[in-house]
């Protein structure tokens, strides 16, 4: 059983371009979660999607960051226009389950985005 | 608004050495806690959890943790390191809704 992939591995970006993160949850798993890890600090949570809605977007920045997680194909965040500050490790995790349920998060090994 | 402190960003501790990590948590409520492993360069890996019951919770290459819910607390121990230990490893909570709030993390280096 494949783990939770997420590509690219890294990403550089110029200031203003923007930046695609993927992410194709564990087989099974219909519940995702994008977390951004700046430097010299713990994982932030972005935000919580399941197939086709959001459930929780309190994590994400009001302005340039958006997420979908459509009916087919992986979880999408997007950031437009790119700023240095947004340099930074973004990590996917899955779920079979939400809800308060006993399931563990499962983690991708992240997306290194570099804004020069 | 929950959080997670870890006290101890570095730690070098020699092979054999035992291992206590602090955990605290900000939460008046039910929370269920865990601990991850970060080995350089992989992903995020579950050592340990806690939801219910027992509240010494033993995890995968010999760690365990105990929630003490008066101290607001769940420090992950090790009785004995080895060089493959060296990671990052962090201290998560989850109370209602399903997002995980991580403490910033302690570097663990194990000197053979």
């Known amino acids: 059983n494949a783990g939770v992939m997420q590509n690219p591995r890294h990403l550089v970006r110029r200031r203003g371009q923007e930046a695609r993160l993927r992410c194709s949850p564990m087989k099974g798993h219909s519940h995702v979660y994008w977390y951004r890890q700046l430097p010299e600090e713990g994982l932030k949570f972005m935000v919580y999607?399941?197939?086709?809605?959001?459930?929780?977007e309190s994590g994400m920045p009001k302005e340039r960051f958006s997420a979908e997680f459509p009916k087919e194909g992986p979880s999408i965040l997007r950031i437009q226009q790119v700023v240095r500050g947004d340099s930074a490790a973004y990590f996917c995790?899955?779920?079979?389950?939400?809800?308060?349920?006993?399931?563990?998060?499962?983690f991708g090994p992240g997306t290194r985005l570099t804004v020069l | 608004a929950q959080s997670v402190s870890q006290h101890n960003h570095h730690v070098i501790l020699s092979e054999a050495a035992s291992l206590e990590l602090g955990c605290n948590y900000s939460?008046?409520?039910?929370?269920?806690l865990f601990w991850y492993v970060q080995y350089p360069g992989q992903h995020l890996q579950l050592l340990l959890k806690y939801f219910s019951g027992d509240p010494l919770v033993k995890g995968i290459k010999g760690f365990e943790a105990e929630f003490i819910k008066s101290k607001f607390s769940f420090n992950l121990r090790k009785p004995s390191v080895q060089w493959s230990d060296t990671a990052e490893y962090f201290c998560a909570v989850k109370s209602s809704g399903d997002k995980l709030t991580f403490g910033t993390g302690t570097r663990l280096a194990v000197r053979p």
């Open positions: 995790a899955s779920s079979p389950q939400g809800g308060n349920s006993y399931n563990e998060q499962f």
């Open positions: 999607l399941q197939k086709e809605n959001i459930i929780d």
């Open positions: 939460y008046g409520g039910t929370v269920n």
